[in-house]
């Protein structure tokens, strides 16, 4: 066993375990719980270089870590992990459900296997992954689930994500409702166009328009990074939202408040002046 592979039984305060933390937002917030000296599972599906890469730099930044392999999809994959995570930590503060994935197809182009893949990856790895949440966090808890603003609006190719992760903002609702005697506070991230290695593909996708036309809708004006992300789990995951649970917070620059006609469509009458300042 490698020195970041040790035993962290009797390590940090807040042990954290993240689902698909090799990149991406996972990574982002495990780099954050690290400066705060805790203990952070890297789980991963498949990249192990990945996983290790972001283990070390978890220990550099002041942390403790280390990555398990474990396939989230299947209930035996979710099992086998928080097996790891019991026989080496013996207990759980804070579990993220951030791992997903999905075809990205319109409703009639989609097979049975898509349907499967996308429930066993995105909602059932997290309805599996709270209930052995709760058995772990022997000192209360905060469990966080990952969304997107395709819960609550439709584009393009999104549905089959989008419905599960429409269906993971209500089960987030009812987890906080029976958790709660525990001490648990449930809640989720609803993101809108975060720039990462998934946005990326998914405007990759043969006919979908082009990312630009979209940044040109959202009030802010930009993507949202990784980090804007994990800070706001981060900040779930911390003492400060104690009396939080069962609600979603959106980061996504006020894309799911605007609806056509667009100031970016007006014509130069209505578009947004400069910001006024005040006279000398």
Request: aromatic share 8%.
């Amino acid at each position: 066993m490698s020195d970041n592979q040790r035993d962290v039984r009797a390590g940090s305060p807040q042990v954290s375990l993240i689902t698909g933390a090799s990149r991406g937002i996972g990574r982002a917030l495990a780099l954050t719980l690290a400066r705060q000296g805790g203990t952070v599972i890297v789980n991963y599906k498949k990249n192990a270089d990945l996983a290790e890469k972001t283990v070390v730099d978890i220990e550099e930044a002041g942390g403790r870590g280390f990555a398990v392999q474990a396939d989230v999809e299947t209930a035996e994959g979710v099992a086998a992990l928080f097996d790891e995570v019991a026989r080496r930590c013996g207990r759980l503060d804070h579990f993220v459900s951030n791992a997903a994935a999905s075809a990205f197809k319109n409703i009639l182009d989609l097979g049975p296997h898509h349907l499967d893949r996308s429930y066993g990856m995105n909602l059932r790895s997290f309805v599996l992954g709270a209930q052995q949440a709760v058995r772990l966090m022997d000192n209360g808890g905060r469990i966080v689930a990952l969304s997107s603003y395709g819960s609550i609006r439709a584009y393009p190719t999104y549905a089959t994500l989008g419905a599960m992760k429409a269906a993971i903002e209500a089960w987030v609702r009812y987890m906080a409702v029976e958790f709660a005697p525990y001490g648990i506070n449930v809640n989720a991230v609803n993101g809108g166009l975060i720039d990462s290695d998934s946005l990326a593909y998914f405007y990759e996708v043969k006919g979908m328009p082009d990312m630009q036309s979209v940044l040109d809708r959202i009030p802010a004006g930009r993507p949202g990074t990784v980090q804007e992300v994990a800070d706001t789990i981060t900040f779930l995951l911390g003492e400060g939202a104690g009396y939080i649970t069962g609600q979603t917070l959106v980061v996504d620059g006020g894309l799911s408040v605007v609806a056509p006609p667009f100031f970016a469509d007006a014509g130069d009458e209505l578009r947004l002046p400069p910001r006024p300042t005040r006279e000398a």
